[in-house]
């Protein structure tokens, strides 16, 4: 969806990184003190990242956080605006919407991270090869990309969630498989700027495999391009999920989720019951805002 | 392009006749008589071999016959068009109202590269960019529709309403489209500027004395403009998939909510015939785009003309 101004430039960690370790590489691009320090004097990284500390704090702990059962319905209690004993009010069930709130972010915190990485390991693995290996792999596979690129990926995920019922699970792999090629594009960028640089030049006149090669000497050193698009994806799968979720082709009510508890109680909002939908909206422009903050600091870090 | 559209259509083939398995047992649900099911797949033509329906659905498409919809048992063709004509109009008031604000936005970034406003707008166009419609649409339809009540909070209005009523219909369900095309086109203009302003031909027309606002004007602004317009372009399909949202939240009848529909009810040829519509809505934009790139700068023009 977006073009990422890739940068070739940082020097990434000469030591090998396991392949396909993406959390741990992520560490080690960032393994230089330096980097960290820098990185948490930034206020935007700080909020950002508290914000999102908050949200996976309510996913772990949501059960025992939420002042009611987020299921419990008081029906003599429905339609109620916010109150001392509601601060958020209770939905057309009388279920307490800021319990909903608060285990609503379970969902969405499990699938978001587990769906970026399997994209970003399916995309890396697929950009190195178009970088490196070019000729038909690289024709083919780029023809693919423009194809996935030509139609909205909500359209594609839902095509295919329709086809293939809806479930976490699916969720997570149909997301992924919908990030690869766009993160396979970011990397073949990032591959094709170092291809002509000299330490390739010598572990290929070393006789090392093409496969060492990629993982092994290219692979560390586009971690920066890579774990800055990790974190872009990272934003645009809150945005996938939440929306697929509003469609009705996420999580199934009555699990609470901001998604899905927006589109159950939309039709409140000319009732003028606009709590119901305002705070799970609140949520979920917080989480987006959040990630969006530590993506921005993390780039200005590298690019420094 | 076409092979473009062509892998497009095998992906849309794939999800729509492939994974489904049994579409009669789709239709008519887990507790339909088997002969039934046998019967409805007969009718619809999905017992033959992949290769035939493949084949025939290809061979529909390009005399113009999309194929039958499931649910209305007609053809799929005068829906996609209907909806097609709504969602442009829709499309082309959120395009009207962002391409000026986003060049805007991002030409001023860029003049001040690096400083506050700089950071103000391009952090606020990244945010906008991330939000999903759905949530700026309710927090619009709860501030302008039911606290100040001063738009309308459904895009249609109703049949027989003059155009400038409908116009007025469909302002709120456009904002939601605009903040998220917003932060794009804004990094686009902000990058061309920032490049243009560094170039040698912009230090010439500094040092040549002219002033910064002719300077701008007439040597960075057209040069940085160019990409501006190839991001225009790809923002078409993503564009789409924004109106399956806004259409629904806001009870639209354009192709975004058709699909949607379409999905619910598993009528896949007229989901098919939906999202292949947007792949080549897409593609000819882009097509579009290049045209015009190529129409405005003369270096890409290349053995064409005098």
């Known amino acids: ?304 | 392009m076409i092979l473009t559209l062509w892998i497009i259509s095998l992906i849309v083939f794939f999800a729509g006749q492939i994974l489904p398995g049994d579409p009669g047992r789709a239709i008519l649900g887990p507790f339909a008589a088997k002969s039934s099911v046998q019967a409805l797949d007969a009718q619809l033509g999905v017992n033959r071999p992949l290769l035939t329906r493949y084949v025939s659905w290809i061979g529909g498409l390009l005399h113009g016959n999309m194929g039958t919809s499931y649910s209305y048992r007609t053809a799929v063709e005068p829906f996609i068009r209907a909806a097609l004509i709504n969602s442009v109009k829709l499309a082309l008031l959120a395009f009207v109202i962002v391409v000026p604000l986003g060049i805007i936005g991002g030409v001023i970034a860029a003049l001040y590269a690096g400083r506050g406003v700089d950071r103000i707008i391009s952090i606020t166009g990244l945010s906008l960019a991330t939000v999903p419609e759905f949530v700026s649409g309710i927090v619009l339809i709860v501030v302008f529709g039911v606290t100040l009540k001063v738009l309308p909070v459904t895009a249609s209005a109703g049949a027989g309403a003059g155009d400038l009523n409908q116009f007025r219909h469909l302002i709120l369900p456009a904002i939601p489209l605009v903040f998220v095309l917003f932060g794009y086109i804004a990094r686009m203009a902000r990058a061309g500027t920032i490049e243009a302003l560094g170039s040698d031909y912009a230090r010439t027309a500094v040092l040549k004395g002219l002033p910064r606002a002719t300077v701008i004007r007439r040597h960075v602004l057209r040069n940085s403009l160019l990409p501006t317009i190839t991001v225009i372009a790809t923002q078409t399909g993503y564009l789409i998939g924004g109106l399956v949202v806004v259409e629904t939240l806001f009870n639209y009848q354009g192709i975004g909510n058709l699909i949607f529909k379409a999905a619910q009810a598993k009528d896949f040829p007229m989901l098919e015939a939906g999202v292949l519509t947007i792949g080549v809505v897409y593609v000819l934009a882009t097509l579009g785009a290049d045209l015009l790139l190529i129409a405005l700068n003369p270096r890409l023009r290349i053995g064409g003309g005098e």
């Open chain 1, 1 to 304: 969806m977006t073009d990422l101004t890739v940068d070739p430039g940082a020097p990434g960690d000469p030591r090998a990184t396991p392949v396909g370790a993406v959390a741990v590489a992520a560490a080690t691009v960032l393994a230089p003190p330096t980097r960290w320090r820098l990185l948490l004097r930034r206020p935007t990284f700080v909020v950002g990242a508290a914000i999102v500390l908050f949200w996976v704090v309510c996913a772990i702990f949501g059960h025992a956080i939420a002042p009611f059962s987020p299921l419990a319905q008081q029906l003599l209690n429905s339609n109620t605006a916010p109150s001392g004993s509601h601060w958020f009010g209770t939905d057309p069930l009388g279920r307490d919407v800021l319990s909903r709130v608060i285990v609503g972010a379970r969902d969405i915190l499990v699938i978001t991270p587990l769906a970026t990485v399997l994209g970003t390991i399916l995309g890396t693995a697929l950009g190195l090869a178009m970088g490196y290996l070019g000729g038909v792999v690289d024709l083919i596979a780029g023809r693919l990309v423009e194809a996935v690129l030509a139609l909205p990926a909500v359209i594609i995920a839902f095509l295919f969630i329709v086809a293939l019922g809806s479930s976490t699970v699916t969720l997570i792999i149909v997301i992924g498989f919908i990030f690869t090629p766009l993160i396979a594009r970011t990397v073949r960028a990032a591959v094709l700027a170092e291809r002509n640089l000299d330490y390739l030049s010598s572990a290929r006149l070393l006789g090392e495999n093409p496969v060492r090669i990629m993982f092994g000497e290219i692979l560390p050193n586009v971690m920066p391009a890579i774990l800055v698009e990790f974190t872009v994806r990272l934003g645009y799968a809150v945005f996938a999920v939440a929306t697929l979720s509003f469609l009705g082709f996420g999580v199934q009510p009555p699990t609470p989720d901001w998604g899905s508890d927006i589109a159950a109680n939309y039709s409140g909002l000319l009732a003028g019951y606009w709590w119901q939908t305002l705070f799970p909206a609140l949520a979920i422009a917080s989480l987006v805002t959040a990630v969006n903050l530590i993506t921005d600091s993390i780039e200005q870090v590298l690019n420094a």
